[in-house]
């Protein structure tokens, strides 16, 4: 057995020890030995592994394998560009605090600065984003073995903790098994199958509590961010009679605390002043909501009270007088009083706002990205996965679909990039053994293309990728450039049309394709089914503008008046 052999054989067993057990692998040369440890701990059933070629989808495969999972996921690459290309799925990890493993392969010392092929300086490639773990580099002589395995325990413990890790290991050929003498020591494991060392597990419940009077009439946001501590949160709201403001992907979270989630308060919210029925005393804003402008406008209206991570806690206006870590029914002796009126009020108003949503899709012609997003959550089966891909899709889906308890929602909200999107929805379909949807736009379908290239010998997952394609970047038609007055720049620097053939390209990938034409097709082509497909719909986004308008000014009307 050589070097490499070794390191590589010690390192994919200790991960297998430490219940790592999805691992995503572009293949390479620096990294064959770690291939070809991860291919038999594959074909012994220790792990899962899933081959992709392109790296920058590989890594958001493993972010989505980590998020649905509930495990951290590990992605393997070689040196050079490969590694770099893992950049983006690594910041979205970080910042929506999931734990990913990155292994990298990378020459050893002597080449570093000589000139050799695919040789950059990989040590801290991810910066502040990934805790970094550096293997020196094996040799053939004893007193090894404890170190390597010592340090995949470090770095699994950190990754369980919601912390991307980098580990960097470098590699001397022969890169592949030879036959050379026995090695010098024993590369055993812990007996039993134990990890070389374990660790405690991360708190569940912080110990920054809330401190201080909170009033009777509060308006809770719950957005992106620990799925325990929107539960917890919202069990308060529901003894309380707080109206709860709830993000996609936080709503069944809500929910399960059994708070009163409004349908259409981020649509309340984004038709101006409150009246004073609606006014909050104070705004609870637990994780991180970062969809909505109106629940934007709302801070610095009312004090701030924020329930998030220390000390990167959420409040980019700076309005923040409290934060703390966590927030449940043990606070409820901080709440002054109930006020019978308040949550009545918000109920009311969002009763009328759904009213006015439904009529005035039900008059507009099908499809609009609103209809679109309401029917598809309203058709998904219950206990079903859906992503939700950034930009408009996502918000579609925050203005206008009744929140489910039974359908779980995800989303890339760290960075909110439109990058990796359907490899994430893929990862996560491949983790959870439920029907898998994502709601995606063309231009996040195209970015992300790759993610449909999966070899014959590959799992495949179950999923239905739901394309919204109004060819080109809809969500800035809502934005300040998509005013009147911007016409003749809008269309080339910011609605980017593409005009791709998605069906075509669906062919080459062979992954099936249907249009969606009418509600009815949708809902067909919305039955669970085994495999990949993709159901396209193509809303006029010329239209978009207006109706947005059209749509808040109703309910500012009905609701807010």
Known sequence: MNPSTAQASVIVDELVRNRIRCVVLCPGSRNAPLAMALHRADELGQLVLHVRTDERSAGFLALGLSAGGGRPAAVVCTSGTAAANLHP????????????????????????????NQTIDQRGLFGPAAIAVDFPVAERRGAQNAVWRGLVCRAVAQAEHGRPVHINIPFREPLVPTFEPRWPEDLDGR??????????????VPGSRVDFPLPARILMVVGSGRLDRATAAASLAARAGWPVVAEPGRSAAALAGGAPVLRCGALLLSCGTLPDALGPDAVVVVGRPTLSRGVRGLMGTAPVYGVGDHPQWTDPQYVAEHVRGWLDLDDLSQVDG??????????QADTTAATITDKLLAEEDWPTGLQVARDLVDALPPGATLFLGSSNPIRDVDLAADPRPDVTVHANRGVAGIDGNLST???????????????VGDLTFLHDLNALAIGPLEQRPNVTIVVLNDDGGGIFALLEQGAAEHTPSFERVFGTPVSADLSSLCAGYHVPHVFAKTPDDLRAALSPGPGLRVVEVRPDRTRLRDLH?????AVTESALR
């Open 191 to 204: 007996p039993d199958g134990r990890p070389w060392t374990t660790s405690a597990a991360p708190r569940s």
């Open 89 to 116: 799925a690594v910041l979205e990890a970080y910042h929506s605090g999931v734990g990913v493993l990155v292994l990298t392969a990378d020459r050893p010392a002597e080449l570093h600065g000589s000139g050799a």
């Open 549 to 553: 308008a059209r749509l808040r000014a």
């Open 425 to 439: 929805a893929i990862g996560i379909a491949l983790a959870q053994d439920t029907p898998g949807y994502a709601l």
């Open 338 to 347: 109930h006020d019978p009126d308040w949550l009545s009020a918000w109920r």
